[in-house]
Structures are given as C-alpha cells and as structure tokens.
C-alpha cells in the first residue's frame, strides 16, 4: 500500500533526509565539499552513476538534496536541482535547453535581469526572443515559429502584478510542442503549482518569500526528470549550485513557509484595499482586489494574492520622490517577501536596465511603488505609509 499523501503543512515540516547515528530530530548541516568511497569499486560505480549517492557539493549535498525535495512535493515535480541564486536558476535551465538558433516567447512582464539576459546576452549565441503582452495571449500563436522551443512567463508578474492565465499558456506549449517555464517567485508554491496548469518547469527565486527574512540567496528549477536531468549535466559541469548552508536555512524556513505566507497575504489585501481608496493614489494594483483586471483567473489558480502590492502616487515623479523620502518604518530596498515590509520604485532599481519605453509597455510609469507586504502588524504598516503620503 502507498504511503498517504500529507497536506502541504505537513509535508513542509517533515521531509527531511535519513537521520545519521546521532539520531538527531533537526537535520545538521552538511559543510563538507566532498564525500568519501568505501573502496575502489565504489568509487567507479559512483561516479558511473550506477549508484545514488553524494559525490561532491557541486553536483549534491545532503542539505540541498532536502531541500529540493520539499518542494517537488510542493510544486507536484518529479525532479529538481538547487542554485546559488534565482537568476543562476533562470540563466542555467535556460542555458541548458536553448541551442544556437532557438526562439524564446516570453512575456514583457518579467524581471529585469531576466529580460537583460534575453537581449544583451542570448544575441550573442544567435538565441532570439520575442515578447507577448501579459494582458493579451491571443496574439502568442501568431509568435510561434519554426525555431521556437520556449515559452517563458512570470505569474503574477514583477512588478506591476498581473496574472496570466496559466492554463491558456500551457494549452499553447502543449498543442506546438514547446517546453512551458514558469517563474513562481511572486507566488511561492504555498500560492500556486503551475504544474497543474500545464507548465514543464517551475523556476523559484528562493530568497524571497522561500526564505522569507532576508537572509540568503538561493534558486531553484522543478519539474519533470527528463528536462531537470538536462538542467542538473549543465549545471554540474558549469557550478551554479546552491551551498549547504543556504540549502539548510532555507529548508527550515520552507516548514513556516504557509503561515508566513497567510499573514503576507492578508496584510497585503488590507493595504491594497486602504490605497485603492485613498485620494492621494492614483491606482492600486492585487491579485484578489476584485478591480483587478484578472481577478478571477488570479482566484481560479491561486489560494491568496501574494505580498507584493503596486500602486501609483498622484503627482508625479517629484511627489513620488518626496513620498519615498518620508518613508520612515518600511525599508526601501530592491529585494521582496522578507518578514519585513519592502518599498521599491521599480523604475529606478529593479527595471531601471529598461528603456522608459520598455517600461511604460509594461504598465511600470516613473511613479509606480512597489510594496512587499511584510509581517509586521497592518495598522503600522498603513501609518506609515499614511504618514508618507500626508
């Protein structure tokens, strides 16, 4: 008989790797680069790959072999490979897939170093892509060539949060034949599994709400074993991966991962629903705001929201300029889903690489703010920002 399926809680807290004779309740780390043979014999058959089992840190460790199981079974993955950051993730599986004279079809929602990637570095080894409108997945097929073997998304998207419909998306890869990838990072795989969607590969930058307080870097790529085994022999040979220590933290920091996610959530829905009324706010921007444009796909394929919120300042650059300087309990920082609550004017950081341009195509204007919703108490969070826009 199979082992019952645990709840997503459950599941989080006690996957862990086999306890050594210590027989210790919390998994130790693993600081060790390399690991040793019992003879010769299981020196070849090891790195002949006719056994499982721990070679170097570069390829695995006990620490990030934990950590990567945790969330296939969160994503519903069959495989995974860990990294030393999200964007080493979004570089290595892509690297790993794409030859010279493919095509990416990718949303202009995305992150700008991500976009960068797409259009500073892939030219140069004749890697095209191009760019469908997040609002707009009609006009995807009409891409679509002879070349193309990608379609790559953010949902929801950075900054401006809007959701794409991630069925629609996997219903296009899957009718051509294209390998569907998935950034979950705004999500986290508390919020959404795009594998049940359609999508081939589930890419998470793990330190945002993975970690969750801002302590480590950290990337990771799940999916199916036959893609992720091409993700794993690049990245092996190229060195990406995720050091033990990160591993460990961050596969403590998955056990709290949904009640940290719940008050993220519902922090977030109070703030949006305090700035969509507020007259000094030009618009307010959340999943699960019913004036979201796609408020009800956002409900069809996510359990809340998220944390991040975006918004506009009436008044334009100078207002919005004089509104972050009187920012006083909020960090103003470029990184989201920390315990702490997040300003960011994207314009100026995170997409600044974009042309005004590229970002106004994206719904980003030069006053647009960009809120992590932390996990401080709500009533201190909207003072602060009342106190800012007064």
């Not at 199979?2 to 790797?17: H, L």
């Not at 721990?54 to 006990?62: C, D, E, G, K, V």
């Not at 202009?108 to 760019?131: E, R």
């Not at 949902?155 to 009718?175: Q, R, Y």
Request: with cysteine; glycine share 6%.
């Amino acid at each position: 008989m199979s082992e019952q399926k645990k709840q997503f809680e459950t599941e989080a807290i006690r996957t862990q790797i086999e306890r050594s004779q210590f027989l210790e309740h919390s998994v130790p780390m693993y600081l060790t680069s390399s690991f040793v043979f019992e003879d010769a014999e299981d020196m070849r058959a090891s790195f002949a790959e006719e056994k499982d089992r721990n070679i170097y840190s570069r390829y695995a460790n006990p620490n990030s072999s934990e950590f990567i199981e945790k969330v296939c079974k969160m994503e519903g993955a069959e495989s995974g490979f860990a990294f030393a950051s999200g964007m080493a993730a979004v570089f290595s599986t892509l690297a790993a897939l794409l030859d010279s004279g493919d095509h990416i079809i990718s949303s202009k929602s995305i992150f700008g170093s991500t976009h960068s990637l797409f259009t500073q570095f892939f030219p140069k080894w004749n890697i095209a892509t191009s760019y469908f409108d997040a609002n707009d997945l009609d006009n995807i097929e009409a891409l679509i060539t002879p070349t193309t073997k990608i379609i790559y998304a953010e949902s929801p998207t950075n900054p401006g949060v809007d959701v794409l419909d991630l069925e629609a998306l996997g219903n296009i890869a899957k009718k051509h034949g294209l390998i569907f990838i998935i950034d979950n990072c705004f999500a986290s795989p508390y919020l959404q599994q795009p594998i049940k969607f359609g999508a081939d590969l589930v890419i998470h930058s793990g330190t945002k709400l993975m970690d969750g307080q801002g302590r480590v870097l950290a990337g990771i790529t799940v999916g199916s074993h036959e893609l992720v085994d091409k993700v794993y022999r690049f990245s092996r040979i190229t060195g990406p991966s995720l050091s033990p220590f990160n591993a460990w933290v961050l596969s403590k920091s998955l056990e709290t991962l949904a009640v940290r996610v719940d008050r993220h959530c519902a922090n977030a829905l109070e703030l949006a629903t305090y700035l969509e009324k507020h007259d000094k706010v030009e618009w307010a921007k959340y999943p699960f705001l019913k004036s979201h444009p796609q408020y009800e796909i956002a409900k069809k394929q996510m359990k809340a929201g998220g944390c991040v919120v975006a918004f506009e300042v009436k008044g334009g650059l100078e207002e919005g300029r004089r509104f972050f300087n009187s920012i006083k309990l909020l960090s103003l920082s470029a990184n989201l889903g920390d315990s702490r609550s997040i300003i960011t004017h994207p314009a100026s950081t995170t997409h600044s690489k974009l042309t005004k341009e590229e970002r106004e195509a994206v719904g980003i204007s030069d006053g647009t703010v960009r809120v992590s919703v932390g996990l401080e108490h709500i009533q201190d969070i909207i003072a602060d920002i009342e106190q800012a826009l007064g």
